[in-house]
């Protein structure tokens, strides 16, 4: 999957812009704010439609307008796919797919793969469980629009629950419940069901990646903890039994304690939890294998590459380690964004080198 050209519109700091990328090693340069990550930012909200730093589209848009708009053209092996979203400060997103207007955004998934890592992937090892549910439920919803639509449902079904929860009329849960618990464990066994094949094929890739990343001096272990397994409907049915152990308890704290929402992954360093015992790098050297790994997942499922975006990863890594990261990334379309190119660090590679200055191209 490569992306060939990205066109800005009232985007962060940028008026009106057109990036050209060619299919192997780009690199974003310029000083700091000058808007390199705004562009890698671009590229993977043009993608899935989310921003990995903000959590408000508004906030997207250039300060003083009122709608903002990204394109970009991209190939894949099965041809090329423009996209098209355009948003403001009060509606919903637009989106058009080749030239046709979708009105679920989840048709925008699956379009053009890309995986971002950037600094603030830290918190992937070093934050709540819900930074980790995000990464698996942004990767597996690019896999898979099924798992999409169905974290929806179940979102929407468990708040309806939650509400019921609270309800002081305690006969009314018990006669409704039952109906609402089993929507949410149907959805809720495909929910565990993709994240347990996807965690069972990441983790020794991870671990892999990781060993080459660090040398092999350290060694990685990843868990998980949702304590369901086997078929969708096995999950649905298990977790539907627990609900019902657990209703008295999700009663008096008027909220779900068990499901999908719960889940989390254990990060082990040589055995120790990474989370609190972990360096600052050895966090980031995790946070980065599972990245690279989720690339090779990728392809795995779809026959070729995602777009990697590589936002200032390189300035927190030795040159023994850029170098190493360069290589192992050198089959896939890469964008990087950089303050400066160590020369010694890219001799002998190609790439193409974008210079971003003030919330413009320089040429
Ligand atoms: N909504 C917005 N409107 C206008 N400017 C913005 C907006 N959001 C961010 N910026 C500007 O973008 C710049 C930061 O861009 P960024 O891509 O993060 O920089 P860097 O080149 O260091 O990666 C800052 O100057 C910031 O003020
Ligand atoms: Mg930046």
Redesign the pocket.
Same mark, same amino acid.
């Given at each position: 999957m490569k992306i060939n050209s990205l066109y800005l519109k009232n985007f962060?700091?940028y008026l009106e812009e057109t990036v050209e990328f060619n299919g192997g090693i780009n690199i974003l340069t310029?000083a #700091?704010?000058?808007?390199?990550?705004?562009i890698a930012e671009a590229v993977f909200f043009l993608c899935t439609g989310y921003s990995p730093r903000a959590n408000k589209d508004k906030?997207?848009?250039? #300060?003083g307008e009122e709608r903002a708009e990204i394109k970009g053209n991209a190939t894949s092996i099965y041809g090329d796919v423009s996209v098209k979203i355009g948003f403001n400060t009060k509606d919903k997103k637009t989106v058009y797919i080749n030239g046709v207007q979708t009105l679920k955004i989840g048709e925008l998934l699956g379009n053009i793969h890309s995986v971002f890592f950037n600094p603030g992937e830290l918190k992937l090892v070093q934050e709540s469980p819900e930074d980790r549910r995000r990464f698996l439920n942004v990767s597996l919803s690019q896999m898979s629009k099924s798992y999409f639509y169905a974290l929806a449902r179940y979102n929407k079904i468990l708040a309806q629950r939650n509400n019921l929860l609270k309800d002081p009329e305690k006969y009314i849960i018990r006669e409704t419940l039952p109906i609402w618990d089993r929507q949410l464990t149907t959805e809720a066994g495909k929910i565990i069901k993709a994240r347990n094949d996807f965690l069972e094929k990441i983790a020794p890739i991870a671990e892999t990646e990781h060993a080459l990343l660090s040398g092999g001096k350290e060694s990685l272990t990843m868990k998980t903890e949702s304590g369901y397994y086997g078929t969708e409907e096995e999950i649905a049915f298990a977790l539907y039994e627990d609900l019902k152990v657990a209703l008295e308890k999700d009663m008096r704290l008027g909220f779900t304690t068990i499901g999908p929402h719960r889940d989390d992954i254990k990060f082990l360093l040589n055995g120790l939890d990474a989370k609190v015992y972990g360096s600052q790098g050895q966090q980031r050297t995790i946070a980065l294998s599972l990245k690279i790994a989720e690339t090779e997942t990728f392809k795995e499922r779809f026959g070729e590459y995602p777009i990697l975006i590589l936002d200032d990863v390189l300035s927190e890594l030795d040159k023994k380690r850029q170098k190493k990261l360069i290589n192992r990334v050198s089959n896939m379309q890469t964008i990087f964004?950089t303050t400066n190119i160590d020369r010694t660090v890219f001799k002998g590679v190609d790439y193409t080198k974008i210079t971003?200055e003030n919330g413009r191209i320089k040429r």
């Amino acid at each position: 999957m490569k992306i060939n050209s990205l066109y800005l519109k009232n985007f962060r700091n940028y008026l009106e812009e057109t990036v050209e990328f060619n299919g192997g090693i780009n690199i974003l340069t310029g000083a #700091n704010a000058q808007g390199k990550t705004n562009i890698a930012e671009a590229v993977f909200f043009l993608c899935t439609g989310y921003s990995p730093r903000a959590n408000k589209d508004k906030l997207l848009i250039r #300060n003083g307008e009122e709608r903002a708009e990204i394109k970009g053209n991209a190939t894949s092996i099965y041809g090329d796919v423009s996209v098209k979203i355009g948003f403001n400060t009060k509606d919903k997103k637009t989106v058009y797919i080749n030239g046709v207007q979708t009105l679920k955004i989840g048709e925008l998934l699956g379009n053009i793969h890309s995986v971002f890592f950037n600094p603030g992937e830290l918190k992937l090892v070093q934050e709540s469980p819900e930074d980790r549910r995000r990464f698996l439920n942004v990767s597996l919803s690019q896999m898979s629009k099924s798992y999409f639509y169905a974290l929806a449902r179940y979102n929407k079904i468990l708040a309806q629950r939650n509400n019921l929860l609270k309800d002081p009329e305690k006969y009314i849960i018990r006669e409704t419940l039952p109906i609402w618990d089993r929507q949410l464990t149907t959805e809720a066994g495909k929910i565990i069901k993709a994240r347990n094949d996807f965690l069972e094929k990441i983790a020794p890739i991870a671990e892999t990646e990781h060993a080459l990343l660090s040398g092999g001096k350290e060694s990685l272990t990843m868990k998980t903890e949702s304590g369901y397994y086997g078929t969708e409907e096995e999950i649905a049915f298990a977790l539907y039994e627990d609900l019902k152990v657990a209703l008295e308890k999700d009663m008096r704290l008027g909220f779900t304690t068990i499901g999908p929402h719960r889940d989390d992954i254990k990060f082990l360093l040589n055995g120790l939890d990474a989370k609190v015992y972990g360096s600052q790098g050895q966090q980031r050297t995790i946070a980065l294998s599972l990245k690279i790994a989720e690339t090779e997942t990728f392809k795995e499922r779809f026959g070729e590459y995602p777009i990697l975006i590589l936002d200032d990863v390189l300035s927190e890594l030795d040159k023994k380690r850029q170098k190493k990261l360069i290589n192992r990334v050198s089959n896939m379309q890469t964008i990087f964004t950089t303050t400066n190119i160590d020369r010694t660090v890219f001799k002998g590679v190609d790439y193409t080198k974008i210079t971003v200055e003030n919330g413009r191209i320089k040429r």
